[in-house]
């Protein structure tokens, strides 16, 4: 059988994510799996110093997501129906390979490789891209204290990883749908009809 559309939205910090993937579940009536944010204890820390959390932090987020994976596998893919979540699981694979280095960041790609493999993943994925100007004018604006000081360089270089992993991803899973959305110039929050055209399209691929 077909699997259920899994659909995912993905892009670097601030893109609007969260936003939209809220959006279109309210507007096509599809149940949401959000990241977990606020209860991580490793975040804050993380952005004090990434070379000493880093490994922390990115098992933390690899298991959070893992059994907020299998709980989706369980509770709608199985079943046939459809599910939005605000990220893909495989963005662990692409902030570990930036934060982590030599036997961490190996041990992190098997232990990664290990819990997934198996699970079924997204089919179509919603990847916001946008440039570091307008993803710093986001995160001023949603104000959370421990990303003030963000490092440009690394909102920069993940900027560039996303463009990698969605090239890969598409290589990896040539059946996944990837949907790039030019966050530079699309605004769904501010424009009805920028959102109706990306409800238009969701809509037709769910056919
Ligand atoms: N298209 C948009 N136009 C203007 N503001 C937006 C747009 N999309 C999101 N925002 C605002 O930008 C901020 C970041 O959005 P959001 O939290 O959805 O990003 P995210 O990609 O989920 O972030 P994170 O990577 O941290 O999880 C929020 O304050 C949100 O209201
Ligand atoms: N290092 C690292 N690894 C992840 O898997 C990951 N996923 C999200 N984030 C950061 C981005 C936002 O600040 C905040 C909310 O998305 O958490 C991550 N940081």
């Known amino acids: 059988m077909k699997q259920a559309p899994f659909i995912a939205v993905e ?3 601030g893109a609007g994510k969260t936003t939209l993937a809220s959006m279109l579940a309210e507007e096509l009536n599809l149940p949401i799996i959000k990241e977990i944010v ?12 990434m070379d000493d959390w880093s ?13 907020q994976l299998e709980d989706t596998v369980t509770q709608y893919i199985d079943k ?30 098997q232990i990664y490789h290990v819990l997934t493999d198996d699970l ?34 690394y909102l920069e270089q993940l900027i560039k990883d996303y463009d990698d992993a969605m090239a890969s991803l598409a290589i990896q899973e040539p059946s996944t749908v990837i949907i790039t959305i ?6 769904f929050v501010e ?17």
Do not use: W
């Not at 606020?38 to 110093?49: G, I």
């Open 55 to 67: 490994f922390q932090l990115e098992m933390f987020f690899l298991c959070n997501r893992y059994k």
């Open 120 to 153: 079924p993943k997204p089919n179509i994925i919603l990847y916001i891209k946008a440039n570091l100007d307008t993803l710093l004018t986001r995160i001023e604006k949603r104000g959370r204290p421990f990303e003030e000081g963000m490092d440009t360089a």
């Open 38 to 49: 606020d209860e991580n204890p490793f975040l804050a820390k993380f952005y004090e110093n």
């Open 182 to 187: 030019d966050g530079n110039a699309v605004d």
């Open 80 to 109: 046939g129906n459809p599910v939005i979540s605000d990220y893909h699981i495989y963005k662990n694979l692409i902030f570990g390979e930036r934060t982590l280095n030599g036997t961490k960041r190996e041990k992190y790609r």
């Open 11 to 13: 892009g670097p910090i």
């Open 191 to 207: 424009n009805p009809e920028h959102f109706t055209e990306i409800v238009s399209y969701i809509k037709e691929l769910m056919k």
